[in-house]
């Protein structure tokens, strides 16, 4: 196990920075006993050539459990970046304090004024039960708590802008909503030394996504931290088109590959509704803020939906009930989260009463208009969580 925060001589704290040169380590490893602070066991100070220079426990022991992971070498230059720039930004900073009221030992426990932060630098896959665990573990000590993920390998720094991108279930669990970056993830870059935002996400099917992507230097940065800026028009044409483009490749590709025949869903559904699947119409497959939720394609779910309610000829969309809602998630979609499922299907259920919808008539005899539709698109990218 790599460690940076060791008790020298059994006196006092001492971190290992980037600042201190080889000789000034190989002097103090000669002339100093480093102990852990947790174990209280004897610590060796290790200089390779291919990992940063940390300690290890000479002996191993129980204490190790309370490290998340085996921490990899860009997990501990990070580490040091991040204190390094939560020193300048004129925080307090400790690294790998040992909390023992929760037995938790964050990356950096970080002061300012009166707030007290636990910063995680996340740079593996590790169970979410753990996350929400630490999560909790921190809150117990009014602590707040902030994850930044490592930047995923399929993020071109040098590719800044508008983009499609597949981002990981597991990555998915960090998306945060931002009074101006509307869904977004931080991350960070040890090796540029650079935060990456992943901002303004719309979610398309399962792990698919449009999203704006801008980097900010750990020189620029601020704390608490930037937010990006809304997409400007520009921008948004660019998401209109991504969006339109993803959408029919999908509805092309269901129909090329098909290989159940009338048994498809979506295929089955749209002859019901008299429409070709690539004829349909841009409101079933429009974006509805945290359908990450729902794995299905877009499409999808929004056609089962409607199909369904015309089926059982609902007479309004504002009668439909929770418990309606719930029954038509567990029969039509994967779902992560059933709760968070069944406000994502109600607003699209009042996205379809703005564009004045007739659930009552198929989708072939309606004309809703494209401009309409763009009414609502940019919306949908600086969306903010919905409370109800």
Same mark, same amino acid.
């Given at each position: 196990?790599?460690?940076?925060?060791?008790?020298?001589?059994?006196?006092?704290?001492? *971190?290992?920075?980037?600042?201190?040169?080889?000789?000034?380590?190989?002097?103090? =490893? @000669?002339?100093?006993?480093?102990?852990?602070?947790?174990?209280? +066991?004897?610590?060796?100070?290790?200089?390779? &050539?291919?990992?940063?220079?940390?300690?290890?426990?000479?002996?191993? *022991?129980?204490?190790?459990?309370?490290?998340?992971?085996?921490?990899?070498?860009?997990?501990?230059?990070?580490?040091?970046?991040?204190?390094?720039?939560?020193?300048?930004?004129?925080?307090?900073?400790?690294?790998?304090?040992?909390?023992?009221?929760?037995?938790?030992?964050?990356?950096?426990?970080?002061?300012? @004024?009166?707030?007290?932060?636990?910063?995680?630098?996340?740079?593996?896959?590790?169970?979410?039960?753990?996350?929400?665990?630490?999560?909790?573990?921190?809150?117990?000590?009014?602590? =707040?708590? #902030?994850?930044?993920?490592?930047?995923?390998?399929?993020?071109?720094? $040098?590719?800044?802008?508008?983009?499609?991108?597949?981002?990981?279930?597991?990555?998915?669990?960090?998306?945060?909503?931002?009074?101006?970056?509307?869904? +977004?993830?931080?991350?960070?870059?040890? +090796?540029?030394? /650079?935060?990456?935002?992943?901002?303004?996400?719309?979610?398309?099917?399962? +792990?698919?996504?449009?999203?704006?992507?801008?980097?900010?230097?750990?020189? /620029?940065?601020?704390?608490?931290?930037?937010?990006?800026?809304?997409?400007?028009?520009?921008?948004?044409?660019?998401?209109?088109?991504?969006?339109?483009?993803?959408?029919?490749?999908?509805?092309?590709?269901?129909? =090329?590959?098909?290989?159940?025949?009338? &048994?498809?869903?979506?295929?089955?559904?749209?002859?019901?509704?008299?429409?070709?699947?690539?004829?349909?119409?841009?409101?079933?497959? !429009?974006?509805?803020?945290?359908?990450? *939720?729902?794995?299905?394609?877009?499409?999808?779910?929004?056609?089962?939906?409607?199909?369904?309610?015309? $089926? /059982?000829?609902?007479?309004?969309?504002?009668?439909?009930?929770?418990?309606?809602?719930?029954?038509? #998630?567990?029969?039509?979609?994967?779902?992560?989260?059933?709760?968070?499922? &069944?406000?994502?299907?109600?607003?699209?259920?009042?996205?379809?009463?703005?564009?004045?919808?007739?659930? @009552?008539?198929?989708?072939?005899?309606?004309?809703?208009?494209?401009?309409?539709?763009?009414?609502? !698109?940019?919306?949908?990218?600086?969306?903010?969580?919905?409370?109800?």
């Amino acid at each position: 196990m790599y460690i940076l925060t060791a008790y020298k001589d059994n006196k006092e704290i001492f *971190t290992i920075t980037r600042q201190m040169t080889r000789e000034q380590l190989v002097f103090l =490893r @000669n002339t100093s006993h480093f102990t852990c602070p947790q174990c209280e +066991t004897s610590l060796r100070l290790k200089l390779g &050539k291919v990992v940063i220079p940390h300690f290890a426990h000479i002996v191993l *022991t129980n204490c190790l459990t309370s490290f998340s992971e085996r921490e990899s070498p860009t997990h501990l230059i990070g580490k040091q970046q991040l204190a390094e720039f939560f020193t300048h930004v004129g925080c307090d900073v400790s690294v790998e304090a040992y909390l023992p009221k929760i037995s938790q030992r964050p990356d950096l426990l970080v002061k300012r @004024n009166k707030e007290i932060y636990a910063v995680e630098f996340q740079c593996s896959v590790m169970p979410i039960d753990d996350v929400i665990k630490r999560n909790q573990g921190y809150l117990k000590i009014k602590t =707040r708590s #902030i994850w930044l993920l490592r930047t995923p390998l399929n993020i071109q720094i $040098n590719e800044i802008g508008i983009t499609y991108l597949k981002i990981s279930k597991f990555i998915q669990n960090f998306i945060g909503i931002q009074s101006i970056s509307g869904a +977004t993830i931080l991350t960070y870059d040890p +090796t540029s030394c /650079q935060f990456i935002y992943i901002s303004h996400l719309m979610h398309i099917s399962g +792990t698919s996504f449009i999203a704006k992507i801008r980097s900010l230097s750990t020189k /620029q940065q601020t704390f608490p931290f930037a937010q990006v800026k809304p997409p400007t028009l520009t921008e948004s044409k660019q998401y209109w088109s991504i969006f339109q483009h993803k959408r029919i490749r999908f509805l092309l590709t269901r129909i =090329r590959m098909n290989k159940h025949g009338v &048994k498809d869903r979506l295929l089955k559904h749209c002859y019901e509704q008299q429409v070709r699947p690539e004829n349909l119409p841009l409101y079933i497959g !429009f974006p509805i803020s945290e359908s990450e *939720t729902i794995q299905n394609h877009l499409v999808e779910w929004q056609l089962a939906l409607i199909s369904t309610l015309s $089926n /059982q000829q609902h007479e309004d969309i504002d009668y439909i009930s929770d418990m309606w809602i719930e029954s038509f #998630i567990l029969a039509q979609c994967k779902v992560v989260h059933l709760e968070k499922a &069944k406000l994502v299907v109600r607003r699209y259920c009042r996205f379809l009463q703005v564009i004045n919808f007739n659930i @009552n008539e198929s989708i072939s005899e309606q004309f809703i208009s494209e401009s309409k539709i763009l009414d609502h !698109f940019e919306e949908v990218i600086v969306a903010k969580r919905c409370e109800n």
